[in-house]
C-alpha cells in the first residue's frame, strides 16, 4: 500500500510540474490535478476568449487528451488541436456562439481504461473480455497496461465532479443545449459514449477518427459488433442532440472507413439527418493532431453553430 500511495503521489506531482501551455490567443487558466473520487487527478486546462466576462454567459465544450489542444511545443509528439487559434477565428468570424473549452488531460496508463465504453465492454463473454485485456499494440505493448475498463467512472468525474465545478467557477450556460464534448480516437469512443450515456447532460458529441477496433487488431474483433449494438439500443432522440463523425484512411485511420459505415448506418436507422448528425471522409488523412487541426473547424461550427 505504502508503494502505492508512493507512485500515485509521484504522478501527481509530475503532473502538477507540466509546462502550462502557451495559447496564441485567448486565456489558459489550469487546474492542477484536479481531484476525484472517481478516477486519478488530473490536470483541467481551461481555455477563454479574448474578451472573457462574467457578465456574459458561455456555452461550454469539454475536450479529451486535453494535453494536446493548445500548444505543440508541450506535447509528446509537438503536434496539437489549434483549438485556441481555431475558435478564436470561429468566435471572430461569428460563425460560432461564445464559448470556453475545457481540455480534461488523459489518465496517461489508464487513458485506454478510462475512454472505453464499459457497458459496450461488458456485453461480451468473460472469454472475449478476457481476451481483450491480454491484447497488445504494434509495438508489443499491453494495450490497458494491467488496469480494467472503467469508463463509467470517468463520465461520473465529467458530469458530477468537472462539470458542477465548471459552472460555478466560470460564466456559463449550464444546459444540455450548450454542452458540449469532444475528442479523437479513443476520445472519440469516449465522447460517443457520454452523449448516450447522459444524454440530459450533453447536447452534441464531435468523434473525430473515432477508433471502433477498440483495440489494434481486426481478426475475430468483437468490439465493433459491441459498439454498434449499443449504439441501436442507445443513442440519443435526433431531435434534440447533435453527433458528428469523421475519419481518414491512413495509418491507424486505415481501420476506420468500413465500420464509419457501419455506424452510419445505425445512425440513419435512427432517424439522425443531415440537420442533426454529420460523417465526413477524409481520404489520404492520418491518426494525428496535425491531421485532426486541419479539420476540426467542421464539427465546432456544426455543433456550436449561432
Known amino acids: ?23 496564441s490567443s485567448g486565456k489558459l487558466i489550469r487546474h492542477d490535478s ?11 486546462d481551461v481555455w477563454l476568449p479574448d474578451g472573457y466576462s462574467p457578465k456574459k454567459k458561455y ?20 503536434q496539437e488541436w489549434g483549438i485556441d487559434e481555431t ?19 488523459n489518465g496517461g496508463k489508464y487513458r485506454h481504461t478510462d475512454y472505453f465504453p464499459q457497458k459496450p465492454f461488458e ?11 491480454y491484447a497488445k499494440r504494434t509495438n508489443g505493448q499491453a494495450v490497458f497496461q494491467g488496469e480494467k475498463v472503467h469508463s463509467d467512472l470517468y463520465l461520473k468525474f465529467l458530469v458530477t465532479e468537472l462539470k458542477p465545478f465548471i459552472d460555478k467557477t466560470y460564466s456559463t450556460k449550464t444546459g444540455r443545449v450548450n454542452t458540449f464534448v469532444a475528442g479523437s480516437s479513443m ?9 448516450c450515456e447522459y444524454p440530459n447532460v450533453f447536447g452534441g458529441a464531435a468523434c473525430l477518427s473515432t477508433h471502433w477496433p477498440g483495440t489494434f487488431n481486426m481478426d475475430n474483433n468483437p468490439i465493433p459488433s459491441a459498439f454498434m449494438k449499443y449504439l441501436k439500443n442507445h443513442l440519443p432522440s435526433p431531435t434534440t442532440h447533435k453527433i458528428y463523425f469523421d475519419y481518414g484512411d491512413a495509418t491507424l485511420d486505415a481501420l476506420y472507413p468500413p465500420l464509419q459505415k457501419m455506424a452510419d448506418a445505425v445512425m440513419n436507422e435512427k432517424g439522425f439527418t443531415s440537420k442533426n448528425r454529420m460523417t ?11 491531421a485532426w487541426k486541419k479539420r476540426v473547424s467542421i464539427p465546432l461550427e456544426f455543433l456550436l453553430k449561432k
Open 187 to 195: 476520445g472519440g469512443l469516449i465522447s460517443m459514449y457520454a452523449i
Open 87 to 105: 475558435m478564436s477565428r470561429l468566435l471572430k468570424e461569428k460563425k460560432i456562439r461564445e464559448c470556453i473549452v475545457v481540455g480534461v488531460w
Open 34 to 44: 484536479f481531484p476525484s473520487q472517481f478516477v486519478t487527478a488530473r490536470n483541467v
Open 1 to 23: 500500500m505504502k508503494v502505492f500511495c508512493s507512485i500515485a503521489l509521484l504522478l501527481m506531482c509530475m503532473i502538477s510540474k507540466a509546462q502550462l501551455p502557451v495559447p
Open 59 to 78: 456555452a461550454v465544450l469539454y475536450m479529451h487528451d486535453g494535453q494536446m489542444l493548445y500548444d505543440s511545443t508541450v506535447t509528446w509528439n509537438k
Open 123 to 133: 456485453s461480451l463473454t468473460q472469454e472475449q473480455r478476457d481476451t481483450i485485456y
Open 280 to 290: 465526413k471522409y477524409f481520404p489520404g488523412e492520418e491518426h494525428s493532431e496535425n
